[in-house]
């Protein structure tokens, strides 16, 4: 099995001399990137031998991933009541793609690159961050996600302060990451960029250049983002390394049901039916 020195070019990102010179001006340097970019870009984090066997392993994987195919809003729900009609939180989207939950990847090549500690302990240093840790919930902590031809991500917002995502196999067209900076601060959310961006208003949006093997760290809860559609024979397959400042960080079973489905739906009814079944 490679290792992770096999995996990631650490001659370029040297993640595992913390206290080094090296270590401190690639922190500082990821920071910049927020800075400047709002978007830290990693090209060639993986090392291009390793790739092949990291999208091997991914589309191994994904033979027994959850087919999503459904339809929600920008902020992850079916509409708001609340809200008038033609209000952009009520514009509804189709999201297709092909996913695979943290407790369907096991002992894998990419569970390695999530798991090692000097990784964890980098994101934490570029995002000023006194510890984090891998999430605790056993859907979310660790996914891959593939898009095929049509398929792509609409606009949203993530739960979490920043997302980490691993580029694993690019597509041949489309399938671009897609973003504006800043658009929610704690529950404020700039409504009214949002509706010129589905107006086709791009003015503001960022597409930075990602090709297989890049790590990106960018502020997920408060920057919009998206994934454009898919266009070719060859899926777009990234994994999402999710992170958290508390070590037991979960979600809660009706979110874990609306994003992995059926499969863990039944995961959950199954745990209720047994604990009432022991309460009787």
Known sequence: MLTIPDLIDLDRYPLDRPGSV?????VAQCQAMHREEDCANLTGFIRPDALTALAVEARDLLRNGYQKSQLRTAMFDQGDPDKPE???AQRIFREGSLQLASDQIGNTLIRGIY???PLTDFLAAVEDRAELYPMADEFQALNI??????DSLPWHFDVN?????????????GGDFV???DMRNGTEVDFETMQKIFDGDE????RPSRNAGTLTIFRGRNAFHAVTPVAGKTPRITAILTYDERPDCVSSPRGNTFVYGPRVEAIYRLRREASESQGT
Not at 22 to 26: C, D, Q, S
Not at 163 to 173: G, K, M, V, W
Not at 203 to 206: E, V
């Open 22 to 26: 090296a270590f401190a001006e690639l």
């Open 86 to 88: 033609d209000h952009p």
């Open 115 to 117: 798991e090692w500690q």
């Open 145 to 150: 996600i593939q898009q095929s031809h049509g």
């Open 161 to 173: 302060h920043f997302t980490i995502t691993l580029l694993l196999q690019a597509s041949e067209a």
């Open 179 to 181: 973003f504006v900076p």
């Open 203 to 206: 003015s503001q949006i960022r």
